[in-house]
């Protein structure tokens, strides 16, 4: 690997661009993605930025069981956001449909329709579990480059699907 | 005039090589400052550094056509005449490089705001009209005030040459000027009160919705040089004159270090205007001063 590939290596792992998009999710994890980047998780030290367009993102977070309607949504975004590209599932719902399985509003889970990198489980998952996601986003970002997506490859799953927190602050808030 | 030292005022010292860092300097002591604000850590240093290398490695949708040429030169027309502005800054009191005078400034400074409301007519997306749209609006109501405070610091001074202007010694109508100046430098780098252009949330950042890859890179860039400029521009308006270039230099760093961190400091603290306060603040709130710093000027001038 010559330098300029290490340099744009590095760069790629630590300059993580995300979209968020909203696949019929309750709110919940939307919630989440939003407070990792507050002052208490500051995802922002990862070089992650909140972006406005798919166009300037490297990574794709998707929420929800992925309706009906929410089908053809995904499949523009995903193709509106330039390579080399990932994407993340957040929460149970994209990667199992959760509660709502067999519902027949629903066309999931999310990999029938496009490649997911990283399942972040929970309902809804952590913040810091979603920045864990990220940055294993980032890191296989780097190291995939512009070679396509492994179609079988094994789906990597990040976080213990915890909602509750594990520090002692909060154990001492709700006992 | 010589040639070398042309060269080495483009190139080098204020030109690209020390204005292309100062842009990703000045690009993360933005962001920096509105973590620290918000009690947050903040990105790295080499935050700014990253993405343009990374936005250089991705791919660009391919378009076809005028319109895809012109999507690719509005960015580069953008970066070429921010990194001119730059290097016409009066850093270095020298005999030869450029003689730069104000009015070409002005018309360099301007040119990147001119490319945006193109580039956004140019994507042809809804959000990017509406964020061109936005812009020209906000160049229409800050420039009067801009033109109006740059027109009166020079007539002031009896010369439109930034030299000597630099060299002249500062009267108390020219911290008039400058002050109307830092007033119109938030909406002129698009920041919080004013960052009506490229809203992320309402219009999807409005003309750059479309760009992807290099040519974000280079709007990442132009933004970042922009900031150089405009501040340069304050920071050699406000220096004290001193003939010692190895003194001089470190002062002007300093100062447009201290505009950077003031106008980020007041893009932290406050949240953006809709489009009609801004300019009725513009044309109705900082028009005035603009207006009596000139007549002041105008009278001043007619009595002696």
């Known amino acids: ?175 | 005039m010589n040639l070398i030292t042309a060269l080495a005022r483009l190139l080098i010292f204020p030109g690209l090589l020390f204005a292309v860092p100062a842009a990703w300097f000045f690009l993360w002591v933005e962001r920096k400052a509105v973590a620290l604000m918000q009690g947050r850590i903040g990105p790295p240093f080499m935050q700014p550094f990253y993405d343009f290398i990374k936005l250089l490695g991705k791919t660009t949708p391919l378009r076809e056509g005028i319109g895809g040429l012109l999507m690719k030169a509005w960015p580069l027309l953008a970066v070429s005449s921010a990194a001119g502005a730059v290097a016409l800054l009066p850093v270095l009191p020298s005999s030869g490089g450029f003689e730069g005078d104000l009015i070409l400034l002005l018309a360099l400074l301007e040119v990147p705001s001119m490319c945006i409301i193109a580039a956004g007519f140019s994507s042809r997306s809804i959000f990017g009209e509406i964020g061109s749209a936005r812009e020209a609006v906000l160049s229409v109501s800050y420039n009067v005030v801009f033109l109006l405070a740059i027109v009166s610091i020079a007539a002031s001074q009896h010369t439109f040459r930034l030299e000597a202007l630099a060299q002249l010694p500062a009267s108390p109508l020219r911290w008039l000027g400058v002050l109307a100046i830092l007033v119109c430098l938030p909406a002129k780098l698009h920041l919080n009160p004013f960052s009506l252009p490229n809203a992320e949330q309402e219009i999807y950042s409005g003309p750059m919705v479309e760009y992807a890859g290099p040519e974000l890179a280079m709007w990442e860039l132009s933004h970042g040089l922009e900031w150089v400029a405009a501040t340069g521009l304050v920071a050699t308006l406000a220096a004290p004159h001193v003939t010692l270039w190895w003194i001089a230099a470190p002062i002007f760093v300093a100062l447009s270090f201290a505009i950077v961190l003031l106008l980020s400091i007041l893009a932290s603290a406050t949240a953006r205007l809709a489009i009609d306060t801004t300019v009725r603040f513009y044309w109705q709130c900082t028009l005035i001063f603009a207006v009596l710093a000139i007549s002041s000027v105008l009278f001043m001038r007619l009595r002696s």
């Open chain 1, 1 to 175: 690997m010559n330098l300029w590939n290490r340099l744009m290596c590095t760069c790629r792992r630590r300059s993580p661009w995300l979209f968020h998009m909203n696949s019929g999710s309750c709110n919940g994890c939307d919630i989440e993605l939003v407070a990792s980047l507050t002052p208490r998780y500051d995802a922002e030290q990862l070089g992650v930025r909140l972006e406005g367009s798919p166009r300037h993102a490297d990574i794709l977070c998707i929420t929800g069981p992925v309706t009906r309607n929410a089908v053809g949504a995904i499949q523009t975004v995903y193709g509106q956001v330039c390579g080399p590209k990932a994407v993340v599932a957040i929460g149970s719902c994209p990667a199992t449909t959760n509660v709502f399985i067999d519902s027949r509003t629903l066309d999931g889970p999310l990999n029938k329709h496009i490649p997911v990198d990283v399942f972040v489980p929970g309902c809804p998952p952590r913040p810091d579990a979603i920045i864990q996601g990220v940055a294993k986003a980032a890191q296989i970002l780097a190291e995939r480059g512009n070679n396509p997506p492994i179609a079988d490859a094994a789906p990597q799953v990040v976080g213990s699907g915890a909602t509750e927190c594990a520090c002692n602050e909060c154990k001492e808030v709700q006992p």
